[in-house]
């Protein structure tokens, strides 16, 4: 499943997360790739800082916090810390899957949801596409800032190149508590359903099976 999450940051968010990189210094990106995807990897990516980083993920982390449709389509488990990638003219990253277990520190975690949030406005860069290979077809996603982009991290993607202007973006990864994607699809529609029956007929014998069938699915299936 890939979802788009629209306005998961707010414009004072926005602005504060400016503020923070502002001046930051940015190192290769190749410096965190894998052996595989050091070769494709042409990108710009945030240079540890300790206060910046405690900064940044507070606002972040906040946020996933509060989202419900993050919570309910990602199932998360454990999220790992942003990554903070720029791409300016000639930019590119190849066709990549992510890294199936990440972490230097224990516990390191399995990579089950990719997440892209756009930090910078469409109109202002030219390329930099997120590309994503699905079962249907490729998948074209380039968001308004702010908003972001959930995708399986099994999915073979790309990032288009930037031919004018820079695009910056926060990435993450989580593990999921349901890591079949098919299964965590299911979940979060069948959680939309139960939502709306629990609003519009909060009695109705119907509402407390689907309510039911969610709370058992997810205990079959939850690797906790």
């Not at 593990?175 to 299911?186: M, N």
């Amino acid at each position: 499943m890939l979802l788009e999450i629209p306005g998961l940051l707010n414009p004072p968010q926005l602005e504060k997360i400016h503020q923070v990189l502002e001046g930051a210094e940015f190192v290769d990106g190749k410096l965190t790739a894998g052996f595989a995807a050091r070769r494709v990897k042409h990108n710009l990516e945030l240079k540890q800082d300790a206060e910046r980083m405690r900064l940044l993920t507070r606002i972040l982390m906040s946020t996933l916090a509060h989202n419900e449709t993050f919570r309910f389509a990602a199932l998360p488990h454990r999220v790992a810390d942003f990554i903070f990638a720029r791409y300016r003219a000639g930019m590119t990253y190849g066709d990549h899957v992510d890294d199936p277990i990440m972490g230097s520190a224990t516990p390191r975690f399995r990579t089950d949801v990719s997440m892209t949030v756009f930090l910078t406005e469409p109109e202002r860069y030219e390329g930099g596409e997120l590309v994503v290979r699905t079962a249907f077809g490729e998948k074209t996603v380039k968001l308004g800032a702010g908003d972001a982009v959930l995708y399986p991290s099994s999915s073979l993607h790309h990032v288009a190149a930037v031919s004018r202007g820079e695009r910056l973006v926060a990435l993450t990864w989580i593990q999921s508590y349901v890591r079949d994607p098919a299964r965590r699809e299911l979940l979060y529609e069948l959680n939309l359903a139960r939502e709306k029956l629990l609003k519009s007929s909060p009695e109705d014998a119907i509402t407390g099976y689907v309510d039911r069938s969610y709370a058992n699915l997810l205990r079959m299936w939850a690797e906790v």
